[in-house]
Nanobody
């Protein structure tokens, strides 16, 4: 089992920055993903990090603005968000994948955090 607790959400103005944290406990996952969901929209993939070596992948819309990192000693992953846009407004979820392999699909992540609201004003 993997338990995930998120923090760091809030309200920022366009162009600002925010860092989300996701603390994990239980078994070590293969990868940690970040997803986001706006009202009335499907949950979509933002990026992921492989736990073993820190390798990352991102969706095109956030590449160059968002950075995912990890602190293995603290069993915590971070989502650093810069140059935020109103379109980034959503509930952000961290998720853990136990099986081997990277994925951008919600169905491939078995464990989820509670979500944290990120609101970007114009």
């Amino acid at each position: 089992q993997v338990q995930l607790v998120e923090s760091g959400g809030g309200l920022v103005q366009a162009g600002g920055s925010l860092r989300l944290s996701c603390a994990a406990s239980g078994r070590t996952p293969y990868a940690m993903g970040w997803f986001r969901q706006a009202p009335g929209e499907e949950r979509e993939f933002a990026g992921a990090i492989r736990w073993s070596d820190g390798g990352t992948s991102y969706v095109d819309s956030v590449r160059g603005r968002f950075t995912i990192s990890r602190d293995s000693a603290k069993s915590t992953v971070y989502l650093q968000m810069n140059s935020l846009k109103p379109e980034d407004t959503a509930v952000y979820y961290c998720a853990a994948r136990v099986r081997i392999g990277m994925s951008s699909s919600t169905q491939d992540y078995a464990f989820w955090g509670q979500g944290t609201q990120v609101t970007v004003s114009s």
